[in-house]
């Protein structure tokens, strides 16, 4: 159990330090939001020229919490349309996960089978053939999306937003949930992402428009990489939209003109059948093979090969020392961990030797009897006090972020058992999208077990709370006001008697578990809290 929960710890640390952007990156707290840029100025454009074939589409209802709830910063004025479209081409990086999901991530970047919707080489895309391979797939799964999207046209032409897909996205507050969404701009929006990733994920002629040479993901992180064979590695250097050289500039230019064509050609007019001829016209301009170039002519002299590239090994992070000092103190952090034990058991030698060695300078003296502190009796140290009391504490979660305010009341039953009711205002948080939300509101009744009396002023305490928990603001798929349960425990805190009328109670690991919706899809907020309060009486 050990081993496996040290290999858990082990990939996370690596995947901190170790996992490079993919593409032109997505929003997150960390990376800058290339494809929404690119896709939303791209739309804004033909909505501009084309009025007509993409019309605003209302945002309302759920849609509206929903929207509130998203873990990136929307274009001002976006409609629900804009929105959908965002978010499928964000999918084909997140897969319905959060961004902080390292550990999820980096499977799915790895995935062999999903190279296609980053226009990067399978394993089997060798050379001599591997660039047109890797071309020939990343085409066939953009068209694929195209027609997925023109399956869900209005008798009109225009994209029915009422046609919806289940699509898995991960919220700020909500978390991991399916949320139905308008199916044409989901599946447009994935098409998308493919498209401008083979602007980033490729070497080009020198005015962009053809692909020289796809690069490869796999076998960089696999440490297996021959050139020669499987083609240039990825590289970070390519994926970035702002402070660009004259080549990268260049490059996202063209890389916004062929997602507004790929956007027109799919909005039509015209059929589908003519619509989808459309996109295939739009990738015979930006998505074809100029050939010739090879490792033996250094792909024919591309200037991209001189951006910096991700390491063959997964440690560490080309150019990036202190990324790299990190991983390393991380990973030396987690041996030590592993070896807890023995490391007890050396400290324990060396105290014991020093308590020794200590011990053999001093003077015996035999003859002075050992001086014994007898702690008060339980009953006296709350004799001044009232049965009853007042408690007032603060909180922050470790995990999901969030505060908590608690006020209660409190009655001594007897010197070890405490009994309470609790009122509590519990604010959600999330550093996706900068979101602080009113969150829940929590009542519930506590009982408190004294567990030690042996010191006047110290006793360790466990507590036990269950009641009720509300919903304060609307969340996809829960609406304010939703009431459900509340349950929470500390099992080890401190009660430190300052006064004879007034006690500091610190909970370091007070675990609060409120679920105000628990039919249909059940939805709750874990929280492991760090929490302090002031205790006076009981």
């Not at 040290?6 to 996370?12: S, W």
């Not at 081409?89 to 296609?116: C, E, F, Y």
């Not at 591997?130 to 209005?154: E, K, Q």
Request: net charge negative; with cysteine.
């Amino acid at each position: 159990m050990r081993g496996s929960s040290a290999g858990g710890l082990v990939a996370v640390a690596i995947g901190m330090f170790a996992l490079p952007a993919r593409a032109y990156t997505v929003s997150t707290f960390v990376s800058d939001g290339c494809h929404e840029e690119i896709t939303a100025e791209a739309l804004g454009a033909v909505r501009v020229s084309a009025p007509a074939a993409a019309p605003p589409a209302a945002i309302s209802g759920d849609d509206r919490a929903f929207v509130d709830d998203l873990p990136f910063e929307l274009p001002a004025g976006s409609d629900l349309a804009a929105v959908t479209l965002l978010i499928g081409v964000r999918d084909n990086d997140l897969k319905g996960r959060g961004s902080t999901d390292l550990q999820a991530l980096a499977l799915i970047h790895g995935d062999p089978t999903t190279q296609d919707e980053h226009c990067l080489r399978d394993l089997d895309d060798l050379e001599p053939d591997g660039t047109s391979s890797a071309i020939a797939r990343c085409r066939g799964f953009i068209l694929g999306r195209v027609g997925d999207a023109l399956d869900h046209l209005a008798p009109d032409g225009t994209p029915d937003v009422a046609s919806r897909v289940a699509l898995p996205v991960a919220l700020a507050i909500r978390g991991e949930t399916n949320v139905l969404l308008p199916a044409f701009y989901v599946h447009l929006g994935q098409a998308l992402h493919a498209l401008q990733d083979g602007f980033s994920h490729s070497y080009r002629t020198a005015d962009q428009m053809e692909i020289s040479e796809a690069l490869t993901w796999l076998h960089p992180i696999d440490d297996d990489l021959d050139e020669s064979m499987a083609g240039p590695p990825h590289s970070s250097e390519l994926d970035r939209c702002v402070g660009l050289d004259d080549l990268r500039a260049t490059r996202l230019a063209v890389a916004g003109e062929a997602s507004r064509a790929l956007i027109t050609a799919a909005l039509g007019p015209g059929t589908r059948d003519e619509r989808l001829a459309a996109a295939g016209t739009v990738l015979d301009t930006y998505l074809t093979l100029s050939p010739g170039c090879d490792a033996a002519n250094a792909w024919c002299g591309a200037p991209e090969h001189a951006y910096e590239t991700e390491p063959t090994a997964g440690c560490a992070v080309a150019g990036h020392a202190d990324r790299s000092l990190g991983a390393v103190a991380v990973l030396a952090l987690l041996a030590l961990c592993a070896r807890r034990r023995r490391a007890g058991v050396v400290a324990a030698i060396l105290v014991s030797l020093a308590g020794g060695a200590a011990r053999a300078d001093l003077p015996l003296k035999k003859d002075v009897p050992e001086k014994r502190v007898v702690a008060e009796a339980p009953e006296a140290r709350f004799a001044e006090r009232p049965p009853y009391g007042l408690v007032l504490s603060v909180g922050g979660s470790l995990n999901r972020t969030a505060a908590d305010v608690a006020v209660g009341g409190r009655l001594r039953l007897t010197p070890r058992w405490l009994v309470g009711l609790d009122a509590e205002w519990n604010p959600w948080m999330s550093l996706e999208g900068e979101h602080v939300r009113v969150g829940a509101f929590n009542a519930y009744a506590t009982v408190i077990r004294r567990w030690s009396m042996l010191s006047d002023q110290f006793d360790v305490r466990t507590s036990v709370h269950v009641g009720t928990s509300t919903v304060l603001f609307d969340l996809y798929g829960v609406p304010a006001g939703t009431t459900g349960l509340f349950v929470g425990a500390s099992l080890l805190g401190l009660e430190w008697r300052a006064t004879r009328e007034l006690s500091v109670i610190i909970d370091p690991a007070d675990v609060a578990y409120p679920i105000p919706q628990l039919r249909g899809a059940p939805f709750g907020y874990l929280q492991y809290r760090f929490t302090i309060g002031l205790q006076w009486g009981a």
